[in-house]
């Protein structure tokens, strides 16, 4: 099938170059993030942005869980998502798309990487009151996905176990399992 590029190009690997990520380029990403589109026009997204040895990098890494620290260690950068869970816009009512928003804003981050030759990896696999407390975040500003960010790394400096998920098969539903015409469970006709 004819899709765009970069969509096939995008995966998430857990081996990063030491090589760092030009300022442009990070520039670029987080001008696609600010274009997604969001109920209400809210833009709900927040994201810190840490860079390989700086306080940030080192704030967002700590959050992370065992096995996540394990290979995002090579990511020379490290974003937190945030996202406003009430709107502004409705006198701070509940948004219930917040985190729909935050996740569109990411996927345009995401592609635009790799347009740019990066490759981003997500996480939601990190303690998400510590980074509310090292962040000092809002009552209403809730973290959502941690992104390593950086150019594709050799894999064979992840351990072994890691090296063998690397390489393993990339696996996708199929269209009718999800994309239905009629009723629930009916695929559809295209
Ligand atoms: C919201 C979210 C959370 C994820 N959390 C983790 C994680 O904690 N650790 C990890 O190694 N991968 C994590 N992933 C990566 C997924 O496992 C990966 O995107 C999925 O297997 C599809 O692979 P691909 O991105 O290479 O196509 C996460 C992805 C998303 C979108």
């Known amino acids: 099938m004819e899709i765009l590029d970069i969509l096939g190009r995008r995966w998430s690997p857990r081996c990063f170059d030491d090589k760092a990520v030009e300022q442009e380029k990070l520039q670029n990403m987080m001008e696609a993030a600010r274009l997604a589109p969001s109920a209400m026009n809210e833009q709900p997204w927040y994201y810190f942005i840490g860079r390989k040895d700086d306080e940030t990098y080192r704030k967002i890494f700590s959050t992370l869980v065992e096995f996540n620290q394990l290979w995002a260690i090579q990511a020379p950068l490290l974003m937190m998502a945030c996202g406003r869970t009430k709107y502004v ?30 490759f981003c990896h ?12 090292l962040f000092h975040l809002p009552e209403e500003v ?49």
């Open 89 to 118: 816009s409705r006198d701070n009512s509940d948004n219930r798309y917040w985190d729909y928003d935050v996740g569109q804003s990411v996927a345009y981050l995401t592609l635009q990487a790799t347009y740019e030759g990066l």
């Open 122 to 133: 997500q996480m939601g696999g990190f303690d998400t009151d510590k980074t509310a407390e």
């Open 142 to 190: 809730a973290p959502i996905v941690v992104i390593a960010v950086g150019y594709m790394g050799n894999p064979e400096t992840l351990p072994d176990f890691l090296r063998t998920m690397e390489n393993g098969p990339k696996t996708r539903k199929s269209l009718e399992s999800f994309i239905f015409g009629s009723d629930f469970g009916i695929p559809y006709q295209f």
